[in-house]
């Protein structure tokens, strides 16, 4: 299947999700959220990790005060106070935490002529791809700080297909979060759904890993 998508030459850019996608910190956000949940006697659990999975800092902050109302300089601080901690365990990133699959298919990619953006939510984004030696790979990076709607608005795929210079029919998005699939096809591009049926069936073609995409 992936093959024929590569070969495709109507499909001329391909923008990937980067928490997921292209190397897995979910572990360090879910670290990062429960040392914060701990210190504020906040419930957080695996389940409602779960939740989080392709939103906003913000609105994933929303998902585990459920409810508690907090000024907004207190939020504020929050979010920078849980970033502080995923950033520490972001510099044990390295490219060997690059997911299996995706460096050949990236290879692939460039040696065909397509041209490959990130679209992520993660402000930190070129923090990451810096640490995983691959910044260059990509012809566009978009990450949750150029636009303002986060997903499932389509809102940031939509922009980097612009930097790409490339029409949405022209570009298909890889992604593990159901927001994201979501908000790719509400902006009519074609989708890769990486994860279970359950999260990611409702992509256009689905991998249960990215191992298994090529």
Not at 88 to 101: A, F, S, V
Not at 137 to 142: E, G, K, M, N, T
Not at 144 to 149: A, E, L, S
Not at 165 to 179: F, G, H, N, R, T
Request: glycine share 8%; proline share 3%.
């Amino acid at each position: 299947m992936i093959e024929s998508l590569i070969a495709d030459k109507d499909l001329k850019g391909w923008i990937f999700d980067l928490d997921g996608v292209i190397t897995d910190t979910a572990r360090y956000h879910y670290l990062a959220w429960k040392k914060l949940a701990d210190e504020e006697s906040l419930v957080f659990n695996e389940e409602i990790n779960e939740k989080l999975r392709g939103v906003s800092r913000r609105a994933s902050l929303e998902i585990i005060l459920d409810g508690h109302f907090i000024d907004e300089e207190t939020i504020s601080e929050m979010m920078t106070r849980k970033n502080s901690y995923y950033c520490e365990y972001l510099k044990d990133l390295t490219k060997n935490d690059i997911l299996p699959g995706i460096m050949p298919l990236l290879e692939q990619l460039r040696d065909k002529g397509k041209k490959l953006a990130i679209a992520s939510a993660s402000r930190n984004t070129e923090f990451i791809l810096e640490h995983l030696d691959i910044t260059e790979l990509f012809d566009s990076i978009a990450s949750g700080g150029f636009v303002i709607r986060a997903k499932p608005a389509p809102d940031i795929f939509v922009h980097a297909a612009g930097q790409l210079k490339l029409p949405v029919s022209q570009c298909i998005v890889l992604e593990d979060a159901e927001a994201g699939v979501t908000g790719a096809l509400e902006a009519g591009f074609k989708t890769i759904g990486i994860g279970p049926q359950n999260r990611v069936g409702h992509a256009d073609y689905r991998f249960d890993s990215t191992e298994t995409i090529l």
